[in-house]
């Protein structure tokens, strides 16, 4: 037949291919169409596919030549896979010879392949689009350091063609969306912290007095309770160090060994010098070191073999400064309470000042009197009824007598004084004091004051961590410190807010004729330097009536402290201003994930100079600039326009982000930003370690739980509710979170260890915690505690890799029966990435109650298949769901189902080949379609990667990713990198161009 080709579908070529003329394959195509496959439609398809309603909306009239057929290859992909599968036309109607089919499958199958091989590379237009749910949580997470998740009141987001939810196909704004991402914004802002040198953000929202002082008493004690102060940790450290030799580390320091055991370097070689320094002949430090002689040696690398001496070496020490501990008695003066601010803050200095000393009144010299005893440890002039009583709290003289550690023979105190100075300076009473409450000598009471200055009725803080400054932290510790205490009162005023406390609730007793009025006075007011001088000098009128000079001079250091601190911070506040302002302009750049322009840079600058002038103050006018941060398109959309019709490559900013976004579902971290600054973030090298880099990084959980979670279907099923829990009592909201996680994990160690893909069908190992463990009957030694643990050999237990996971099983089961064909279809579909379609609009259903089952499910579903408009699509994937029979509604393992019948899980597979059970369904996948999952796995993960549907021109990438992963031995990184230095994601196109794909 002669060639017929009009005119205008020559310019039409012309136009699209971007030639003066059709290559001659484009040219045999168009033959071909015209001789073959337009008549064939006109013979077997236009009469459901035409007329007024075309049926599934496809009205192949519309298709004239070559030209249009490309512009709607996905229809034809669908037509394609139809016609493989003799689907269609469906039966009854008349069927078309064989090879005329297969001339039109060869048809379509070599457009393709032209369309692909012309187009390779071309990196398709990926719209602007909004980030998803999951993306701005995980942005906001480490813009902001907090998982604060502020879309949890979003709409789901919808997903595109490929199934997933990160393209510009799927994410669009609305104004009832705009609204929920404003609300967004203010909530982040809410959570936002000014501290002296820039700003954070909390955990929680950081509007209320209460809640600032949470954040930064939660910080201080977090910091004491990371250091190692446990006198048997540092023994031990000491006693590893001596015997490094025979534990296999000859040439360890000792601030090796110190990194090893997580203990302070410093404070480790204060003990090692204690224990192996020169030889004390009397006291408590000359008992310790017969305790070190003690310790045995070990045998071979027993590293534990001394800990229970070390233990005991810690109790003696405790006990033995338990009974040193110095104790001092309220202050008290006529007319001012002893438990006044000013007595209890000193009180506070006294006993923090001595916590490496030791009360000399507490060692029994033989034939002292108690008059001399206390000579020997002079205590400040107070009040009669505050001075030291019979009722001694370290017992009495009969008592001390018998304490051999407490006993000085007679005219020795100067001696055995200097041994315990030395002792108490070792070994503290306390390292820090983290709660105090009203009662200095009953920790037990008032538990959960944390940092408190002990004051009866009213919030305060006292520092009290001299001896962990002074013998355990180094140089950073110590000025990480000293910034949390300063953040203290810089963030939660504790310094203004107690002293006003103080003034409205203690202090009307000494502000005499000179106190004003209370009604309507401002703190400002209060806190005023003339007011607190004012108030002073009526508390030392009262002090010096009484002639009291350790009360004066806790009155008069008292509020000189509180002076300086409430003018130090006001200072400190209007000097950290422009920082904040500095603070807020990195906060930008990184919520853009690119450098600000100098415009940017201005505006935003200008944005909050504006509401400063139109009355906020500076706390609300940089928590309005933070939202508006938040509610720009340069952090809640991905932009990266290119010119219309043009293919750019990406910017180095935009290729950081393209590759976070993919491996993270989150914004580059400084060292990815840091390449793309530097301009290597192009070079393949460089490229392919940074993804490797990510991949071992926590955040790569992401890729595991949306990657993995969309392409499973597993996202959502934590919100399953399609169980029966009374007859699966065992379902428990526990345990769905455990069938969640279990892929999750999975998947990460694929990822984390860059095992083979193929472990995802055929590996032996899966991953439990105790509440799964016990769900597939594994002994309860398969995870201890709550931790999750792998399981190298699951086989026993029916399990190993992603196809017997609970999680799916369960899935996809009704409720309460199983349903092969639910549980095969899954495993085509989303393992194997077979194209199936949908059922028919009356479909006879199966009963939902397994027990109530006549016969069993199998034979049932026999029937159904015996349907001939069913057989077709029911014969590629019933036998595959058959074989997990096995598991039961919720994939739990069985050997009968919920009506007693035996259950059999062999089938015939698709293809004749047969096999039972899991093994059956792996032997069968391995043989005939191991391939198919390496392209299907591939094809979701380029979708996933571009955040857009596949297009034909993506066909020769997915070769190339395939042949990569052969080569590697199909290792996880092989697929990743083939991706990220694919010409697909390291390029960009404006939308105008004529799409052409899959």
């Not at 005991?312 to 008695?329: A, N």
């Not at 953040?487 to 003034?503: G, H, K, M, P, W």
């Amino acid at each position: 037949m002669l060639l017929r080709i009009s005119v205008s579908a020559l310019v039409l070529f012309s136009t699209w291919f971007g030639a003066s003329t059709a290559t001659p394959a484009e040219l045999d195509l168009e033959r071909r169409f015209t001789t073959t496959v337009r008549p064939f439609l006109d013979a077997y398809c236009v009469n459901c596919h035409g007329g007024e309603k075309p049926a599934a909306q496809f009205d192949l009239r519309a298709y004239s030549n070559l030209n249009t057929v490309v512009r709607d290859y996905r229809h034809w992909a669908l037509a394609l896979d139809r016609l493989t599968a003799m689907t269609m036309p469906p039966k009854p109607v008349k069927q078309p010879a064989p090879e005329a089919r297969q001339a039109v499958i060869d048809w379509i199958d070599a457009m393709r392949k032209n369309e692909a091989r012309k187009n390779a590379g071309d990196p398709g237009v990926v719209l602007a689009r909004r980030l998803s749910n999951s993306e701005y949580n995980c942005t906001i997470r480490d813009l902001t350091g907090v998982d604060i998740r502020p879309t949890r009141e979003f709409p789901v987001d919808p997903a595109n063609p490929a199934g997933f939810d990160n393209s510009g196909e799927s994410l669009a704004m609305s104004p009832a969306l705009l609204n929920k991402y404003l609300q967004a914004a203010r909530d982040v802002a809410n959570h936002m912290v000014l501290k002296p040198d820039g700003i954070a953000f909390a955990p929680y929202p950081m509007l209320v007095e209460t809640d600032r002082d949470k954040y930064c008493v939660n910080q201080i004690v977090d910091f004491y309770r990371r250091q190692d102060t446990d006198y048997s940790d540092y023994f031990q450290a000491a006693w590893r160090f001596k015997h490094r030799a025979a534990l296999g580390k000859p040439k360890a320091t000792l601030a090796d060994v110190a990194a090893e055991s997580n203990v302070s370097a410093r404070y480790l070689d204060t003990i090692w010098n204690v224990a192996e320094g020169p030889k004390e002949e009397i006291g408590p430090i000359a008992k310790l070191q017969a305790m070190w002689r003690e310790l045995p040696a070990p045998k071979g690398k027993q590293l534990e073999i001394a800990r229970a001496g070390c233990d005991r070496m810690r109790y003696y020490v405790v006990q033995l400064r338990k009974k040193l501990e110095p104790r001092f008695p309220n202050l008290a003066v006529k007319g001012i309470s002893a438990t006044a601010q000013p007595f209890l803050m000193w009180k506070n200095r006294e006993y923090a000042t001595h916590r490496m000393s030791f009360d000399p009144a507490a060692l029994d010299v033989e034939g002292e009197t108690k008059a001399a005893r206390r000579a020997a440890a002079p205590k400040p002039k107070t009040d009669a009824e505050n001075d030291i009583t019979d009722e001694d709290p370290i017992g009495t003289p009969a008592q001390r007598r018998n304490d051999s550690d407490l006993h000085v023979p007679a005219g020795q105190r100067a001696l055995y004084e200097a041994v315990f100075a030395r002792f108490s300076a070792v070994f503290p009473d306390a390292f820090y004091v983290s709660e105090r409450g009203r009662n200095y000598l009953d920790p037990t009471k008032d538990k959960g004051r944390l940092l408190s200055a002990g004051f009866h009725n009213l919030m305060g803080y006292f520092r009290d961590d001299r001896p962990l400054y002074d013998l355990i932290l180094d140089g950073s510790g110590r000025k990480e410190l000293d910034e949390l205490w300063n953040e203290l009162d810089f963030i939660a005023a504790a310094n203004s807010r107690t002293y006003v406390q103080f003034y409205l609730n203690e202090s009307g007793e000494a502000r005499g004729p000179s106190k004003v009025a209370d009604t309507g006075i401002e703190d400002r007011e209060i806190t005023s330097e003339p007011m607190i001088e004012r108030v002073k000098e009526n508390y030392l009128a009262k002090a010096r009536a009484s002639s009291n000079e350790i009360a004066i001079r806790a009155i008069e250091d008292h509020f000189e402290s509180v002076n300086t601190g409430i003018r130090r911070i006001e200072r400190a506040r209007i000097d950290a201003e422009p920082r904040h302002v500095e603070a807020l302009l990195k906060f930008a750049a990184r919520a853009y994930r690119r450098p600000l322009s100098q415009a940017e840079n201005t505006d935003l600058t200008a944005f909050y100079n504006s509401l400063r002038k139109n009355g906020l103050d500076h706390e609300d006018a940089m928590r309005d600039s933070v939202v508006s941060v938040l509610m720009s398109p340069d952090f809640c959309y991905r932009i990266d326009m290119a010119q219309a019709g043009k293919v750019q490559p990406l910017s180095d900013y935009a290729l950081a982000s393209r590759l976070s976004y993919f491996l993270w579902s989150s914004m580059p971290d400084d060292q990815l930003l840091a390449r793309a600054a530097a301009g290597e973030l192009r070079k393949p090298e460089v490229l392919a370690a940074q993804a490797r880099r990510m991949l071992k990084d926590d955040r790569a959980l992401s890729l595991a739980t949306e990657f993995g979670g969309n392409w499973l279907d597993f996202r959502r099923f934590e919100e399953i509710n399609t169980i029966d829990r009374e007859r699966f009592p065992g379902f428990t909201n526990e345990l769905r979170e455990a069938m969640f996680e279990e892929p999750i994990h999975f998947m990460v160690d694929v990822q984390r260890n860059d095992r083979s893909v193929l472990d995802f069908l055929f590996a032996n190992r899966t991953f439990v915690n105790p509440v799964l463990a016990k769900h597939y009957g594994m002994p309860d030694s398969a995870s201890k505690s709550n931790e999750w643990a792998v399981v190298d050999d699951a086989r026993p237990y029916g399990r190993g890799g992603l196809l017997p996971m609970a999680v799916f099983l369960t899935q996809n089961a009704p409720g309460l029966r199983t349903s092969p064909v639910k549980r095969g279809y899954w495993v085509v579909r989303r393992m194997l990435g077979e194209q199936i379609p949908p059922p028919p609009a009356v479909v006879p259903e199966l009963p939902r109650d397994e027990a109530k089952l006549d016969l069993p499910l199998r034979e049932m579903l026999a029937k159904h298949r015996a349907d001939a408009s069913c057989a077709a699509c029911h014969s590629r994937f019933d036998a595959l769901g058959l074989a997990f029979e096995g598991y039961g509604p919720v994939g739990e393992m069985r050997t009968h189902d919920l009506a007693g019948h035996a259950v059999e899980t062999k089938a015939a597979f698709p293809g004749g080949e047969e096999g039972a059970g899991l093994e059956g369904v792996r032997s069968y996948i391995r043989a005939h379609r191991q391939n198919d999952f390496v392209a299907n796995l591939c094809r979701k993960m380029l979708a996933y990667a571009l955040g857009r549907s596949l297009i034909l021109s993506d066909e020769p990438t997915i070769e190339t990713m395939q042949s990569k992963l052969a080569v590697s031995g199909y290792r996880f990184s092989a697929l990743v990198e083939s991706i990220v230095t694919s010409p697909q994601f390291l390029t960009k196109r404006g939308p105008d161009f004529v799409e052409k794909g899959e």
